[in-house]
Nanobody, 116 residues
Framework: QVQFVESGGGLVQPGGSLRLSCATS????????MGWYRQAPGKQREWVAS???????LYTDSNKGRFTISRDNAKNTVYLQMNSLEPEDTAVYYC??????????WGQGTQVTVSS
């Protein structure tokens, strides 16, 4: 199994920045790509960004240029730097890990609120 510890969420004003972190432990050798998803109230969970073990990144068009996903394999941690935040970015953000088996595991989520 894999354990997740997410941090970095909080309240930020529009235009501000936050950096989310997701530290993993346990059966980390089975982890391939990692990513971030988010779920706003009343909406379905949506993909935000992904990164492979080799560092290849993918973003949604709406987040490209504002968000940056990165990964420190030595620390078994993935990050999401979010800049120019908008109220529409308010959501619970979840870290994800795709295992070699194909299963996807989720972190517990961290709340991001963008409001003045």
């Amino acid at each position: 199994q894999v354990q997740f510890v997410e941090s970095g969420g909080g309240l930020v004003q529009p235009g501000g920045s936050l950096r989310l972190s997701c530290a993993t432990s346990g059966n980390i050798a089975s982890i391939g790509a990692m990513g971030w998803y988010r779920q706003a109230p009343g909406k379905q969970r949506e993909w935000v960004a992904s990164i492979t073990r080799g560092g290849t990144t993918l973003y949604t068009d709406s987040n490209k240029g504002r968000f940056t996903i990165s990964r420190d394999n030595a620390k078994n941690t993935v990050y999401l730097q979010m800049n120019s935040l908008e109220p529409e970015d308010t959501a619970v953000y979840y870290c994800s890990a795709r295992l070699s088996s194909g299963n996807i595991l989720w972190g517990q989520g961290t709340q991001v609120t963008v409001s003045s």
